[in-house]
C-alpha cells in the first residue's frame, strides 16, 4: 500500500489503514518522544497523544512534505506541550521536596552512558531542546528556531552552550 | 582532544546512551482506540473527521468549532459576574485569584488581537505573493507568546487552549516558510482556510479592541 493509498484509508475511516499508518510510524515516534521525556510512561502517554492528533489532523495533510515528516512535527509540539506540563509540575515538586531519590540512584552508577544521560538531563531545558533535536533528531537551526519560536541565533548559541556544559561534565572522560 | 572532537564524541554518545527500548505497540494502540471512542459522545452531532468524506471534514468541522466559540463568548458576556458589591466580604486570596485571572484575559485578548491583524496580513501577502521575511520574524515572536499562554492559566479555558493550539501550529509553520516553496505557503493559507483559524480568531477578538472591553470575552 502507498502512502497516499494509505491516507485515504485512514480518512475513510478504514481501520486497517489507520492500523498500517500507526505500524509504520509509532517506532520512529516512540524514540523521539522517548528522548524528550527520559521515561517509558511518559513517552507512551505522548505517542497516544501523538496519534491521536494525526488521526485528528490528516484531513489538513496535504502531501506536499513527507507524512513522516508532518508526524515528527505533531510529535515534537506533542513533546513541547508535555514538557511545559512537567516542568509545572517539577516546580510544585521542588518546593515540597528538597533532595531527588531517583537522581541520587542513578549516580552511584558512573559509567560513561549513565554519566551521559544525567549530563542531558541535567541541562536547562531550552538548551536539553536545542541539543536533542540538532545533534539526536538531525533538525537544522532554521527548522529549530521554527519548531521552538525563536531565531535561528539563538538556536545556535543554545547548542553551543549545551555542548560546552556537556564536555564540561564528561571532561573526566575524556 | 579539542573541543570538535569532543562534541563528535557526545553526539555518539548521546545517540548511543539515549537508545529507547522497544515501544509498547500494542498497549499505545489501545490506549489510542480508548480514546477516541471516549471522544465520540462528546462530538456526537459532528462525525469525526477520520470517518467523514474529506470536503465536508474540512467544512464542517471548523464551522462547528467557530460556532462553539462564538456561543461560547456570547454566554460569556452575558453571564459575566456583576461587579461585588461588597469587597469587604472576599478574601485577599480570591481577589488575588480574580485579578490574576483577568490579567491573563487581557494579555490573552490582547494577543489574539494581534495575531488576528497578523494572520489577516499574511492571508493577504500569500494570495499577492510571497510574503518577506519579516513574516517569518513575527511569526517566531507571536509563537513564543503563544507558548507562554499555553503555559498560562489562561490555556485552562479548553475553547482558548484549542485555539492557542491551531495558532501555535500555523505559527510555526509560517516561522519556517523562508526556506520553503509556493506550494507549502500555499499549504498554510489552506490550512487556516480549513481551520477557520482566522474566524475562530475573530470571533475570540473583544469588538472595539481596547482591554477593557475583554471581561467577560475570554
Redesign the interface.
Known sequence: MTEAELIAG??A?DPAA??AL??AH??RV??MV??FAGD?DR??DW??ET??RV??????F?G??ALGTWIG?VAI?VA??GL?KVQ?HDQRETVLLDHHPARTERRADPD???R??EA?ADLAEHYRMV??LH??EGYTH??I???L???TGTSKARLSRA?AR??EA?AAF? | ?N?DE??A???R??????Q??P???E???R??EM??KAAVPAVATVP?????P?RW??VLVPLALAATLALAFGLGRMTAPPPPSDHAAESPSRRAAEASSTAHRLVAAEYLGRTEVFLTDFRAAASTGQPDETA??EA??L??T??LL??SPAAEDVRLRALL?DL??V???I??L??ERR??LN?IT??LD??GTLGRLRAAVPAGGTPASTQGVL
Not at chain 1, 55 to 60: G, V, Y
Not at chain 2, 13 to 18: E, K, P, V
Open positions: 485512514v480518512l475511516g489507520e492500523r500507526y505500524d509509532v517506532d516512540w524514540g522517548y528522548r517509558a513517552a507512551a505517542t497516544q496519534f491521536v488521526f485528528q489532523k490528516l484531513a489538513d496535504r506536499d512534505a512535527s509540539s513541547l506541550s511545559r509545572r560513561l552512558a549513565t551521559m544521560r542531558i541539543f536533542l545533534d539526536v532554521e527548522e528556531a521554527g519548531l519560536g525563536v531565531e555542548r556537556l564536555r564528561l575524556a | 582532544m573541543d569532543r562534541d564524541m557526545i553526539r554518545l548521546a545517540h548511543d546512551s539515549l529507547p527500548p515501544a509498547p505497540r498497549e499505545i494502540w490506549r489510542i480514546e477516541r469525526t473527521v477520520a470517518r467523514m474529506v471534514g474540512r517569518s520574524r517566531r515572536r509563537l513564543g503563544a507558548r499555553l503555559d493550539e501555535e501550529l505559527l510555526a509553520e516561522a519556517q523562508q526556506r506550494e507549502d499549504l489552506d490550512g480549513q481551520r
